[in-house]
């Protein structure tokens, strides 16, 4: 298919980031330490922390990847947005009572659930600071798709534009300057979503005019029929496990002003993230319907944003399509920084960064992570499945061994890693074997059994932490106080009870 750019669209990008920029601008006269930068000063409101978890959610993998999956296997397209509001539900229900502790990443809370060890949150910072960078990486390749499909411009160029365009306003404004400049996003992607999938119905006729890939059996159940519903609930698994597993999602709850905000927010968002299910599929079969022969399923949404509608419309999606990616770009790469800072750092040398310094040291470090997700955005290829391999290999050993140290006392740190490892190598075990992968879709499934398998094996034949609950706490404090972001547990004061898991 021919691209039939317009000048329009480089210039509608290039006002919206510099609109973005002049948030972050604004904001960054806030920015006076660590926990301002990284955390907005942990005191996000319920209408806040809600705009940014849904514009998240509502990003890359919802606007290329889940309507490119509704263009190959119609229905189950909305398979995406059940997992990711079963996700943020869970995440409520879990782990919203973690707020109270003051922790700063999840590589911290992980390690409180085995006696604070250094070990432990050592791995797990490295995992997280790479599945941070591999998130970002998929949220430039996103924006990419449609500055390349848009302009005509170089692929590899567009991912290097996307990078700078919401790293700018990140690095000039931090945390709070994503949260607010996601609320602007996700406003906008909400609404250009739902417009863009009314429209496209009203075009074929009604819901009769849609079709996919798959054919006639892409248009049951969930696209059941197409995929099989061992493929689709596996998919659905390996987003929900996405949200769970995924520090940018943590983040948010330790940047929320109390437990009830995080409560609140997470739910508002799991009932409209589970409404907006079933647009991306909508909008995906839609787009095969009127042009079975695109390049590629991610090209679905700019295609029905530029080819189908006029000019005005289809600048207005334009912005709502690229928040999608910068939405969810930005808080990443934010979380990234500060494991990198937090856990990383101290890792490495021994030493925390010093607290007057932490604002410079984060904007450094965004270079950093940015440079290094641009590089493996360049080797990757399509969204969706860079997605979901990440997901399995990386997170889901990561979320049974977080599940395990807060609900059962008895696992130990050994526990943990197994279940960390062991996750990840059954990941590529299956992805290895086509016939594996083929029958379960995604390694998400066997990937959690052998985690869980081993992280209670493992914990039974081991020790068990000898550490207190309360010990660990004040531990973590002490180290989160000497860069000023241990607001809600300083050192050398008595710490809170215990967490009940059920909290």
Not at 104 to 128: D, H, N, P, Q
Not at 264 to 271: P, Q, R
């Amino acid at each position: 298919m021919d691209i039939s750019p317009h000048p329009i669209y480089l210039g509608v990008f290039i006002g919206f980031v510099i609109l973005m920029l002049g948030v972050g601008i604004l904001i960054a006269r806030r920015n006076k330490t660590g926990e301002d930068f990284l955390l907005a000063g942990r005191n996000l409101s319920t209408p806040l922390l809600l705009a940014t978890t849904l514009a998240t959610l509502v990003g890359t993998g919802s606007s290329l990847g889940a309507v490119g999956f509704g263009y190959e296997n119609g229905w189950a397209g909305a398979l995406y947005g059940i997992g990711g509001a079963t996700g943020v539900l869970l995440l409520m229900l879990l782990f919203s009572g973690v707020r109270r502790y003051g922790f700063m990443t999840y590589s911290e809370e992980v390690s409180f659930y085995y006696g604070a060890c250094r070990k432990v949150k050592g791995l797990v910072a490295i995992i997280l600071l790479l599945a941070s960078i591999g998130w970002l990486g998929a949220h430039i390749m996103g924006g990419a798709i449609y500055l390349t499909y848009l302009t005509g411009i170089d692929v590899d160029l567009a991912k290097i534009i996307v990078a700078f365009g919401f790293g700018i306003y990140t690095i000039v404004g931090g945390y709070l300057a994503v949260v607010i400049t996601d609320a602007i996003q996700g406003t906008l992607l909400f609404v250009g979503f739902t417009v863009l999938a009314v429209l496209a119905v009203v075009t074929l006729g009604g819901f009769e005019g849609l079709s996919a890939e798959s054919g006639e059996e892409a248009m049951s159940f969930l696209g059941f029929e197409a995929m099989g519903p061992l493929q689709g609930i596996s998919f659905a698994v390996v987003i929900a496990v996405g949200v769970l597993a995924t520090p940018s999602f943590r983040q948010r709850i330790y940047s929320a002003s109390s437990t009830a905000v995080v409560r609140h927010s997470f739910l508002w968002v799991a009932g409209l993230f589970g409404f907006f299910a079933v647009l991306p599929a909508m909008v995906g079969m839609a787009a095969y319907s009127l042009n079975p022969n695109l390049e590629s399923p991610d090209m679905a949404f700019p295609y029905l944003a530029t080819e189908v509608f006029p000019l005005a419309l289809g600048a207005f999606l334009l912005v709502a399509g690229l928040s999608a990616t910068m939405s969810s770009g930005d808080s990443d790469a934010v979380t990234a920084v500060t494991i990198l800072l937090r856990d990383v750092v101290h890792m490495v040398t021994g030493r925390m960064p010093k607290k007057e310094k932490m604002v410079l040291y984060s904007r450094i470090g965004l270079f950093g992570v940015l440079g290094l997700a641009l590089a493996g955005a360049l080797v990757a290829d399509t969204v969706i499945g860079y997605i979901t391999t990440m997901i399995s290999t990386i997170l889901t050993g990561l979320f049974v061994a977080s599940v395990l140290g807060r609900f059962w006392k008895r696992s130990t740190a050994l526990g943990g890693v197994a279940a960390i490892v062991a996750g990840s190598a059954t990941s590529l075990t299956v992805e290895a074997v086509s016939s594996w992968s083929e029958f379960w879709g995604s390694p998400a499934i066997p990937s959690l059994l052998a985690a869980a398998s081993a992280g209670v094996v493992v914990s039974l034949l081991t020790p068990p932490t000898t550490v207190s609950e309360e010990e660990a706490l004040a531990q973590l404090a002490q180290e989160r106080a000497q860069i000023d972001v241990g607001t809600t547990v300083q050192a050398g004061q008595s710490s809170p009870a215990a967490p009940d898991p059920t909290s």
